[in-house]
């Protein structure tokens, strides 16, 4: 008989941040899927539990038909509802009942650190897609929350808003976020060269001023 699947969310990564309710589903739970830096994190959590570490997408839904009657449950960054594995999930089996737990995603942390509200900022990824953050920003009433990655990163989005005539904005990287050697770092827009080295993984904000 099938089980439910539960999709838990870690939230920032420190497990002080993620709900317990999704701590109790791991503890629970028969076989954790996830992938390697998730599955790391959770470590502390697991028994005797099976873990599955994602690779190629296939793969893991061939293991997933065969183990639909034992309870699973897949660990996914951040929150479940914002650029998830879940809808994945979802597409892939369509039948199957889900049990959704979310976490706190990065830039709601980065916003409670620097004490700050999001209700008029827009969300914007540019994590391996292209989007016209530039018009969003302008847009926007108060900028724009960035997920970012290697190419996309802060200098280069400083540079490509100078380059379009965006100076009158500060910008809010925040790495490693709930970890012990994050760092957030702020700055002008027009002020980027004194900025210019390698962000670690990070949420970037682009905030009107």
Same mark, same amino acid.
């Given at each position: 008989m099938?089980?439910?699947?539960?999709?838990?969310?870690?939230?920032p990564?420190?497990?002080?941040?993620?709900?317990? +309710?999704g701590?109790?589903?791991?503890? &629970?739970s028969?076989?954790?899927?996830?992938?390697?830096?998730?599955?790391?994190?959770?470590?502390?959590?697991?028994?005797?539990?099976?873990?599955?570490?994602?690779?190629?997408?296939e793969?893991?839904k061939g293991?997933?038909?065969?183990?639909?009657d034992?309870?699973?449950?897949?660990?996914?960054?951040?929150?479940?509802?914002?650029?998830?594995?879940?809808?994945?999930?979802?597409?892939?089996?369509?039948?199957?009942?889900?049990n959704?737990i979310?976490g706190?995603?990065?830039?709601?942390y980065l916003?409670s650190?620097?004490?700050?509200?999001?209700?008029h900022?827009?969300?914007?990824?540019?994590?391996g897609?292209? &989007?016209?953050?530039?018009?969003?920003?302008?847009?926007?009433?108060?900028g724009?929350?960035?997920?970012?990655?290697e190419?996309n990163?802060?200098?280069?989005?400083?540079?490509t808003?100078?380059?379009?005539g965006?100076i009158d +904005?500060?910008?809010?990287v925040g790495?490693?976020?709930s970890?012990?050697?994050? +760092?957030?770092?702020?700055?002008?827009?027009k002020?980027y060269?004194?900025? &210019?080295?390698?962000y670690?993984?990070?949420v970037t904000?682009?905030?009107?001023?």
């Amino acid at each position: 008989m099938s089980k439910e699947i539960s999709v838990v969310g870690l939230g920032p990564g420190n497990l002080d941040y993620m709900t317990k +309710a999704g701590i109790d589903r791991i503890k &629970n739970s028969e076989i954790v899927i996830g992938g390697g830096r998730q599955l790391e994190e959770i470590s502390s959590l697991l028994t005797d539990q099976h873990t599955y570490v994602m690779k190629k997408l296939e793969e893991m839904k061939g293991f997933v038909l065969e183990n639909l009657d034992r309870n699973m449950v897949f660990i996914v960054s951040g929150d479940t509802g914002y650029y998830s594995l879940l809808t994945y999930l979802k597409k892939s089996f369509p039948e199957q009942k889900f049990n959704v737990i979310p976490g706190i995603s990065s830039f709601q942390y980065l916003f409670s650190k620097i004490e700050l509200t999001w209700e008029h900022y827009q969300l914007c990824s540019v994590h391996g897609r292209k &989007n016209d953050y530039i018009e969003i920003f302008k847009n926007s009433k108060s900028g724009v929350v960035l997920l970012t990655d290697e190419e996309n990163n802060p200098i280069e989005i400083s540079k490509t808003l100078v380059k379009n005539g965006v100076i009158d +904005a500060e910008i809010i990287v925040g790495e490693r976020l709930s970890y012990k050697d994050e +760092a957030i770092t702020r700055f002008l827009v027009k002020d980027y060269t004194k900025y &210019n080295k390698k962000y670690g993984m990070n949420v970037t904000i682009i905030r009107k001023v």
